[in-house]
């Protein structure tokens, strides 16, 4: 099955400062990877999406890149503000059949200093 | 448009007790999907259902079970319940067609206690 791994765990930046957030898989043929926050208290929401046929997608203040060959993807927020404090989640589905599924990394917590 | 809404919001029980959680989809929304978060683990995937069916389980024993009524909601039930246990149980939604290739959309979830 997938594996997913987000590095760090944990991350601190000053308001205003760029945030980065890599996550890992194991699978080649993952093709759909999908970040989402997940505010205290509150369940996790879709910010952005990228699909294996493209190297990175943008939204605002918000980007993410796929690395196909080395089987990473990363979270850019430009412009940090304090409500972009949360838990952000990675996934990567995995399409095998009946088992397809999508799996979700642990989760990187993000503090933004005001 | 109402979100996904799960019930209870919090819900204690001892070893050995079984407990019910419940969840009813996003109107038009035909799959919905079971996540445990347990503290330091992040999301494990649970169970999937469409239209009444299960599709899929993650690796968790049989004593985690659930269903999808008529109407597209969804009961999850645990059985002789232990202290692992312990977690937020997050359900998601998903319009018919997608499945977990588009955005699942997720309730607030509901905190089991396990004493």
Partial sequence: ?114 | EAGVTQSPTHLIKTRGQQATLRCSPISGHTSVYWYQQALGLGLQFLLWYDEGEERNRGNFPPRFSGRQFPNYSSELNVNALELEDSALYLCASSPPGQGETGELFFGEGSRLTVL
């Fill in chain 1, 1 to 114: 099955g997938e594996n997913v791994e987000q590095h760090p765990s944990t991350l601190s930046v000053q308001e205003g400062d760029s945030a980065v957030i890599k996550c890992t898989y194991s699978d080649s043929a993952s093709n759909y990877f999908p970040w989402y926050k997940q505010e205290l208290g509150k369940g996790p929401q879709l910010i952005i999406d990228i699909r294996s046929n493209v190297g990175e997608k943008k939204d605002q203040r918000i980007a993410v890149t796929l690395n196909k060959t080395a089987k990473h993807f990363s979270l850019h927020i430009t412009e940090t503000q304090p409500e972009d404090s949360a838990v952000y989640f990675c996934a990567a589905y995995l399409h095998t059949g009946a088992n397809s599924k999508l799996t979700f990394g642990k989760g990187i917590t993000l503090s933004v200093r005001p």
